[in-house]
């Protein structure tokens, strides 16, 4: 049985129409970096990882969240949920991993663990015993010494019988005579007592023993564990996939990382899905730049430290550039050819013209800058936006492969470019902007799906009134932004409806 979309009004927490609480199955997805934590315990015996990715319900400024088991498994003990949405709007997937450690299912490993309580037991008595056996030797020596001294006067009265009258002498003679036995009883105890301490000192020593063997064992376990939440990764990977795509609703403040450079330029990272490269890589100015500087990663940036430098072998022209799979992707120089350039072998790939496609400012954006060709990546590969003459100056969007950078597929928008400010796509669709400037709003949107447009009407904050490059990052869901030499970051809001199936 399949179950429609059902708005969320926001109001009393309940959806609209119904006094249930039941979650709607219309919900907005607002996504960003993808992060993993891993926390292990005590000897490495206890661990939780936490991924966070997020269903989040938001309508006329309301925000609602609820938490949803995507991967459930009970047989395992493993669940992941979709849990909340942090203050900047990141995407948070929480993933419970059982509390026990995973070879504590292994029979060797209960055997080690009853043994170590047996030890321990053993060693907390003998502690006890131990106290006492102290206490009571004491009292032995005590009464060896006090035997010794009676055995010394008897010796002495008898060699010098004056000194004591019969009476006391036999008293003193009796009592030794009662006494002489304990001697050897004595000496066993003191040999007991000896025995004692070194039987502790060999609990001791094996308890230690035990300890690096159950710390050993933990640590195979839990390099077992990581390669279980390595698996998890992927699955997640594949569930923000099928989660993460949807329609635009939504842009939330700026997020200001840097002011750096000119008034014009891109920053970028790498757009590929999946993909767990963290550099950064800044392209300053639109007007033959060569020199591109990469970062080793987001904190680097910030501060302008540990990055290399790429002198590109062609210029550039505008601000249009996408990094795809360790490679760079943008338009060369008073051309339409585009050059896949790659950071790792600093070499060209391949290049390759767009038929047509105007350059040197015959359609750029509205604010000019040589920004006639626009790369771009999304969920579903890579992409270039231009404009040619035969299609009257209205935008164009030709999906690329990204190995030989020819056209798989073209669609023509029928907006026109010089009017728009920027653009760019979120799961194949083609987002415009516009204005470049302050009061801007995303105004246009078209489905390559569909081959069909409509109006739009999603405000943003243009902090520092003049943008020249407008990318989103599939990979982080992110837009990235070059606003009048600042470098600027927005979350996005998605909507989508998700049909589920009741057997």
Known sequence: METGARLWEGRNDKPYGTSSTEPPSAVSLSCS??????????????????????????????????????????????????????????????VVAPAQNMCSRDPRSRQLRQLMEKVQNITRSMEVLDLRTYRDLQYVRDTENLMKTVDGKLKTASDNPRTLNPKSFQELKDKMTQLLPLLPVLEQYKADAGMILRLRDEVRNLSLVLMAIQEEMGAYDYEELRQRVLLLETRLHSCMQKLGCGKLTGVSNP??????????????????????DNRVWSMDGYFKGRRVLEFRTMADFKIGLNFVQHLLPHPWAGTGHVVYNGSLYYNKYQSNIVIKYHFRSRSVLVQRSLSGAGYNNTFPYSWGGSSDIDLMADENGLWAVYTTIANAGNIVVSRLDPQSLEVLQTWDTGFPKRSAGEAFMICGTLYVTNSHLAGAKIYFAYYTNTSSYEYTDIPFHNQYSHISMMDYNPRERVLYTWNNGHQVMYNVTLFQVIKTSDD
């Open 255 to 276: 997020i200001t990382v840097r002011a750096s450079g000119s008034r014009f330029g891109s920053w970028m990272t790498d757009t590929m899905i999946p993909s767990s």
């Open 33 to 94: 970096r993808f992060k993993v934590a891993d926390v292990t315990g005590r000897r490495k015996t206890q661990t939780m990882m936490r991924v966070e990715v997020v269903k989040v319900w938001r309508l006329k400024g309301f925000l609602a969240t609820q938490r949803h088991a995507l991967y459930p498994s009970p047989e395992e003990g493993w669940q992941i949920y979709s849990s909340d949405q942090d203050p900047d709007g990141k995407c948070l997937c929480t």
